[in-house]
């Protein structure tokens, strides 16, 4: 083999693996380092199933750890998915064959990154995975390459283009969450099982990835605290607007001298903040450094084009032979999570309460409130608009989540109070 002609494994031909080999057919000497790349083998599913593109001249793998471990595939692509199964065992076989591996799955790095690292370091050989968050828009190179002067206090995104496109069709249209999710499956944009996607899960993912890489940590996506956009209703979304802010898919990580935080959520975001401004399937990525303070990216987080340029940015990175530790630091030095203590933590709230039509309860709500230690910063009610209650929501002023969730409790065990109270925090961007 000359180091200038790499030999390509492809595992996974759908989305992004199309996307990807239809980007090497049209331009195989792509890569800054000179030399050319070729595909010379690839594996998927289902042999028989039409592609995009022609396969018929490359050499097909039934099971994509015998292509991995193939003396014809000098650097092997995973894109496959799935935290486990034959993602995983192609990547270890790869890596234990001493063959660099580039890949684009977050549920693979985020819950498996730190054993995948150990392999890679062993073995001397790149694990890259670019593409595993934000598709094609370059947040991990962003963290662990071009920000090692720097020490990053806290990284907030929008990780999800379809919760995104969801809530900013609901805002847009007037429309529940259960219609726009129907329409998003019908144009391709959400998947027919949306669970990892309306979850949170995707999110939590890409976000645990690029905590490990900011903070020097092995990634642990179980301290990753996760809630989806499923119970985000329309009157939420209006209510918040009334307010001055927009309901977004948070996916914070934050270090203090406590600990880390790592966290999914719905969260207010001021209107004219850019993380508000960013609509439809867009993702976007705020990250405040102590050196280089506050920078925003923005651009397409999924997709078979955008997402297949972040993979051959990861091959032509190989091609270089740079070999850098996969999280910032080798996987032996990486530091455990140390989670923040939660009830110490101060958190600004949305809730919105429906409480019965009745003189005195509004008054009633606030002192229960006030009693509990919490100070309400502003207060909205609404028109009566079904018979079964009035909506009122209240922003509060700064309060520790203990003393928030005590109160909570509270609230919702009075009389004049109907529905379980809906809860969100206000983004601290
Ligand atoms: N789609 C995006 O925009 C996007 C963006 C960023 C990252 N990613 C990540 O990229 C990866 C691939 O995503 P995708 O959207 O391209 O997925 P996809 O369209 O569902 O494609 C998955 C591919 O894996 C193949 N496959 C499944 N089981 C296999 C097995 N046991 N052995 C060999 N091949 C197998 C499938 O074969 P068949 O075709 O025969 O069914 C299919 O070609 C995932 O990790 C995803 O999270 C995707």
């Known amino acids: 083999m000359s180091p200038r002609n790499w030999r390509v494994g492809v595992a996974g031909l759908g989305t992004v693996g199309a996307g990807l080999l239809t980007f090497l057919s049209e331009r195989p000497g792509f890569a800054p380092a000179g030399g050319q790349v070729t595909v010379s083998g690839v594996s998927a599913r289902s042999r028989s199933r039409p592609r995009p593109f022609d396969i018929s001249g490359l050499r097909w793998f039934d099971d994509p750890v015998a292509l991995a471990q193939s003396d014809e595939v000098d650097l092997f692509v995973e894109l496959i998915g799935g935290s486990d199964g034959p993602a995983k065992a192609a990547v270890e076989a790869a890596l234990k064959a001493g063959k660099p591996v580039v890949t684009a799955n977050k549920a693979l790095i985020a819950e498996h990154g730190a054993e995948l ?43 999800n283009g379809t919760c995104n496109f969801i809530l ?32 949170g899960f995707d999110a939590a993912h890409k976000i645990t990835i690029l905590a490990a890489l900011a903070f020097n940590c092995a990634p642990d996506f179980a301290a990753c605290e996760v809630e989806g956009v499923d119970q985000v209703e329309l009157l939420d979304i209006r209510m918040a607007k009334d307010l001055g802010y927009r309901i977004k898919l948070i996916a914070s990580a934050e270090r203090s001298d406590e600990g880390v935080s ?73 530091a455990a999570f140390t989670p923040v203590d939660r009830s110490r933590s101060l958190v600004r709230a949305y809730l919105r309460l429906l409480v019965k039509d009745e003189p005195g309860v509004i008054a009633a709500v606030s002192e229960t409130l006030a009693e509990a230690g919490v100070s309400i910063e502003s207060f909205l009610q609404k028109p009566v608009e079904d018979a079964e209650g009035v909506p009122i929501v209240l922003t509060t002023h700064s309060v520790s989540e203990a003393v928030l969730a005590q109160a909570v409790e509270r609230i919702a065990g009075h009389p004049a109070v109907i529905k379980a109270p809906r809860l969100m925090r206000i983004a601290r961007i």
Do not use: C
Request: proline letters at 6%; glycine letters at 10%.
């Open 117 to 159: 690292a150990a392999l890679a370091e062993a073995a001397g050989v790149p694990l890259l995975f670019e593409a595993a968050v934000m598709g094609g828009t370059p947040a991990v190179k962003m963290v662990r390459e071009a920000m090692v002067g720097d020490d990053v206090r806290s990284i907030s995104g929008i990780l």
């Open 168 to 199: 900013s069709e609901m805002e847009q249209g007037g429309r529940a969450f259960e219609d726009v999710l129907a329409e998003a499956q019908r144009l391709g944009y959400a998947e027919a099982d949306p669970t990892m996607d309306v979850g």
């Open 262 to 334: 790592v966290r999914v959520h719905p969260s207010l975001v001021p209107l004219a903040h850019p993380l508000a401004q960013a609509g439809g399937a867009l993702n976007a990525l705020f990250i405040e450094g102590q050196r280089l303070g506050r920078i925003f990216i923005q651009g397409a987080g999924a997709g078979a084009a955008p997402t297949a340029a972040a993979v051959a940015a990861d091959i032509a990175d190989v091609m270089t032979q740079a070999v850098r530790p996969v999280f910032q630091r080798p996987a032996t030095e990486l």
